[in-house]
């Protein structure tokens, strides 16, 4: 690998007024007022005059116009890093330009904030109808698959709204797919300015403070375009706590912005973001932004004071709820719309395959220290938005917090019961329309929990009040990561900390059973090709996960297979880090891999052969029938083979 030229920048940090700009800009207003051709320009004039275009994508993270398999829901992490930036660019739009406010001269235009009109007539696709009435949930491309169909519906609308930014966020599985639209952009736009951000961002792109370097993964977006294996089409990226580090470098690229809107050079944001930090500048949280250019890269390291999930509008703040989960059925057999919920960052558990684990994020947000109130109210907004049903994205429900978990369902099952008199005050003040109320009280929702904290770490009589509790407030799925059924590999597994003599297989079953019990369904996913995983332990997984279907203890169940992350421990342990391409643009994913989600060839556990991969799916195909939730395998599939996959021998670059 080529390591890129890496520079450190100070630390951006300075004081109390986050958002508010503490670095004397050139005035530029006398030369934008010229620009407007009115001595007393209206609002809209000024609008005309000094916005510029934003387009947002996420990545999606396959392709298979057959055996399709995508993502569901909406783009969570996305909505959550750009929220901030939205609302502090449409206050901007309000008060016009002038010296003291974020944005003095140019703006980022995101589009007009959706009314609750757009919120409901907002269709289920991600692609965003083109009839639809300009706004900031039209500025979003969200497709499920890359393929043909949808490269051309990119290269339209890029072609149609002309952006100077674009904002992408990516897994790793999708990150080729971004490094694909960035250079669709590039092409159709020269001198767009790109922005990648994400959870392969936030794996692969490290800062040590102990040694004051970057560590950068190999399959980094900056190793990638370093070494030639990607093009130069990615100028800056933001990992880490993104929403106001992201906030910043849209300040520092409104003010390198040329007044006439054309090219950005990434130099001159560069070196506005070198006049913040060398201000005192600070935005809040744990970020970093760094900047490509000419096979170099500036780092810039953001510590500020906490961040707070609270102190940020809420994700869905501009941007329509389009999901809805089969779990949740409606009237005439259409699933409910459904608002996706996030009140913790990270899991607590340390699981090594984990990219959500709270030793690769480095840290956990919370909604709030005590969360009943702020979760209802949350939920009172997004009902207010349209939401028939929610779903807990927690990696486990609050944390995995029992008090807070009793103390939330308590208070919505009393409003469930008791209505407006029971509700807070600031939920009553979101739910203004007729039926907003109603539907509050008749909402579903479902969480993620752990066969352990349901068996091992609480009494059964508290966990069995719990889930009552939970029924009462309107939770009727819940959904269990069991991983495997077999000791052998639970042995490895994080999550499995209370054995106490029983079997994991024993666990999980009393752990639906529990759940069943309360009258709530349960659904799971499964991971093969963990440590001490073989032909053995995969049916042993398999004739387990079925015998809970046959039994109604589970509903619903995926398979899945090992996709090495870049910042998960397992990778490392199994000396992948440097051997992952998450890069190549060409690569096109075929069966058995594309009935997987994230699994393509050469980044699955290479404990797992192809024909391992392919008994998974037909063996499970069999087995689970209308249970597992996934696709079925096409005539002729092999399925008994046993090539092997070469071990890796290079270890972690810094």
């Known amino acids: 690998m080529i390591s890129p030229r890496v520079r450190v920048r100070t630390c951006l940090a300075v004081p109390a007024s986050i958002g508010e700009p503490s670095l004397p800009v050139p005035d530029r207003t006398a030369a934008l007022l010229a620009r407007t051709g009115s001595v007393a320009p209206s609002v809209d004039e000024w609008w005309a005059a000094r916005s510029y275009r934003v387009l947002l994508a996420l990545a999606p993270v396959i392709t298979q116009p057959d055996n399709e398999l995508a993502y569901p829901g909406d783009p969570m992490c996305l909505y959550s890093a750009v929220t901030l930036t939205v609302e502090t660019a449409s206050r901007a739009r309000r008060d016009g330009p002038g010296q003291g406010t974020v944005f003095p001269d ?10 609750r009109a757009d919120r409901l007539v907002a269709t289920d696709d991600g692609i965003r109808d083109p009839g639809a009435r300009p706004c900031t949930d039209t500025s979003v491309f969200d497709p499920r698959v890359w393929d043909d169909g949808t490269r051309s519906a990119f290269v339209e609308l890029v072609r149609t709204t002309r952006p100077r930014m674009l904002l992408l966020s990516a897994v790793s599985a999708a990150h080729r797919y971004a490094l694909a639209m960035a250079e669709i952009v590039k092409a159709e736009v020269p001198g767009c300015l790109v922005v990648l951000g994400g ?3 936030d794996e692969s792109v490290h800062y040590d403070p102990a040694t004051s370097t970057a560590r950068l993964a190999d399959s980094s977006t900056v190793s990638v375009i370093a070494d030639g294996r990607a093009a130069p089409v990615v100028d800056f990226l933001v990992s880490g706590d993104g929403p106001h580090a992201l906030e910043l470098l849209m300040r520092a690229a409104s003010s390198a912005m040329p007044l006439d809107r054309s090219a950005v050079n990434p130099r001159e944001v560069v070196r506005c973001l070198q006049q913040l930090a060398a201000a005192g500048e600070r935005a809040a949280g744990s970020a970093l932004i760094v900047g490509l250019y000419d096979g170099e890269a500036d780092v810039f390291v953001c510590r500020g004071p906490g961040a707070s999930l609270a102190a940020l509008p809420s994700p869905y703040r501009f941007f329509g709820i389009r999901s809805r989960f089969s779990v ?14 996030m009140t913790a960052t990270s899991c607590p558990y340390r699981c090594s395959f984990c990219s959500e684990s709270v030793a690769v994020t480095g840290g956990m947000l919370r909604l709030a220290a005590e969360p009943a109130v702020p979760v209802l109210e949350r939920i ?6 349209g939401a028939q049903a929610c779903f807990f994205d927690d990696p486990v429900f609050l944390a995995g917090n029992m008090a807070a978990m009793e103390a939330f369902c308590a208070l919505f099952a009393d409003v469930r019961c008791r209505g407006a008199v029971a509700l807070p005050g600031s939920c009553r003040a979101w739910l203004t329309e007729p039926g907003d109320l109603a539907r509050l009280r008749t909402l579903r ?7 352990d904290l349901l068996t091992t770490v ?20 819940l959904y269990l990561g069991l991983e495997s059924m077999s000791d052998r590999v639970m042995t490895h597994v994080h999550k499995n900390i209370g054995r106490c003599g029983n079997t994991w297989a ?3 079953r009393q752990a639906l059973q529990l759940i069943r019990d309360a009258g709530i369904d349960a659904g799971t996913s499964v991971l093969f090709g963990l440590d001490g995983e073989t032909r053995t332990t995969i049916e042993e997984t398999i004739e387990g996960v079925g015998a809970l279907l046959d039994d109604g203890l589970l509903q619903l169940a995926s398979p899945n297979v090992l996709t090495y992350h870049p910042g998960a421990a397992i990778t490392r342990e199994h000396r992948m880090t440097d051997r992952l391409d998450y890069h190549s643009t060409d690569v096109v994913n075929v069966p058995p891999y594309s009935f997987f989600e994230e699994a393509y060839p050469g980044v699955t556990s290479q404990l797992l052969t192809e024909g391992d991969i392919w008994f998974i799916h037909k063996r499970v195909a069999q087995r689970w029938g209308g249970g597992r939730h996934s696709v079925t395998a096409p005539a002729g599939a092999p399925g008994d083979s046993h090539e092997g996959i070469a071990a890796p021998s290079t270890v972690p670059v810094r």
């Open 380 to 385: 009172s907004e997004y009902v207010s938005y």
């Open 445 to 451: 929702w479902g969480a993620q929990l752990t066969a």
């Open 328 to 341: 949740f059925p409606g009237p005439g057999g259409r699933s409910l719309r459904t608002a996706h919920v």
């Open 106 to 115: 140019l703006c980022p235009d995101f589009g007009e904030p959706m009314t």
């Open 199 to 201: 959870r392969h961002a």
């Open 506 to 508: 024993s666990k999980v």
């Open 458 to 477: 609480h009494d059964r009589s508290r966990v069995q009040r719990l889930l009552r509790s939970a029924r009462s407030a309107g939770c009727t799925y």
